[in-house]
């Protein structure tokens, strides 16, 4: 898991690049050096490590040492999530992290969600390995965004946040909404100091997602399920994954609701107002 490998430890290692346009993008620096290690087995080998922020899982690593590392990475992360937590009340402003496998239609969802929103104010954080492709098409909708590009890590931590906040501070009085990247594992673990997790299911994948990845659904407040206007022409379950859903977290609200032809809309947008009042935002 991500908790044992290098990518826990990419915060401090990232770097902004601006474009011809100002935009920024923070990326992870993929500081990448080689050691020859020779091996004394019975089966005597030569191999070079590339130690980087990519997973590099050790299945020799004693298991108490496993442990220890992996509280250690999530004790540092979730100390920066609380800071975090705190700047967010300071600036009465509603973060939502937005969790999913890739292709669930995320980006779509939040295009049109942005455009529908008109009355609170907004921005974006992308998460991304490569590319600033999503943060472009956000800021199409005229929201500022930022894109992070995580590299060979699969998921934003509290310090890329951090440090996102640093380069976009969000207005008082709005909501953030973090795009993480397309993982259903990871992210479930990294507290960004988020109000809430919300996951992304399409009526494209299986209906037993919830139940093969049941750490993110029952960390996820909210599960949307996105694409509903291609039920038509799949096979796919909805009351089943509805019930999956309920099954890993019977107190998650699930919403049905297609980011192309805007149906069940309404009840995702007043599911992120009704966040703003409980909030006291």
């Not at 990326?27 to 005597?44: R, T």
């Not at 496993?66 to 992360?77: F, K, S, T």
């Not at 609200?253 to 703003?276: D, F, M, N, P, Y």
């Amino acid at each position: 898991m991500c908790t044992t490998c290098g990518c826990g430890h990419s915060g401090p290692h990232m770097h902004e690049v601006v474009d011809a346009e100002g935009n920024v993008t923070l990326s992870i620096h993929e500081h990448e050096h080689e050691h020859d290690h020779h091996h004394d087995h019975a089966h005597g080998h030569n191999h070079a490590h590339d130690h980087g922020p990519a997973h590099s899982h050790d299945a020799a690593m004693p298991a108490g040492r496993a442990i220890a590392v992996e509280e250690d990475i999530l004790g540092r992360n979730n100390a920066v999530a609380a800071e975090n937590r705190a700047y967010f009340a300071k600036k009465h402003v509603l973060a939502l992290n937005l969790v999913s496998s890739p292709g669930s239609g995320k980006t779509e969802l939040l295009t049109t969600t942005l455009r529908a929103l008109t009355d609170v104010p907004t921005a974006v954080v992308e998460g991304d390995q490569e590319t600033a492709n999503d943060a472009a098409r956000i800021r199409a909708t005229g929201v500022r965004a930022l894109q992070i590009n995580t590299g060979k890590g699969c998921h934003l931590d509290a310090a890329m946040i951090r440090r996102a906040l640093e380069a976009l501070p969000p207005e008082d009085h709005s909501v953030l909404f973090i795009e993480n990247v397309g993982n259903l594992v990871c992210p479930a673990e990294f507290d960004l100091g988020e109000a809430a997790k919300v996951a992304v299911l399409s009526v494209t994948e299986g209906a037993d997602k919830p139940l093969k990845y049941p750490d993110m659904f029952r960390a996820s407040e909210l599960v949307l399920l996105n694409k509903i206007d291609l039920l038509p022409y799949v096979p796919f379950d909805a009351d089943a994954a509805e019930a999956n859903v309920l099954r890993v977290n019977p107190k998650a609200k699930v919403i049905r609701l297609s980011a192309t032809t805007g149906e069940g809309l309404e009840k995702w947008l007043a599911w992120v107002r009704a966040q703003l009042v409980l909030a006291g935002l």
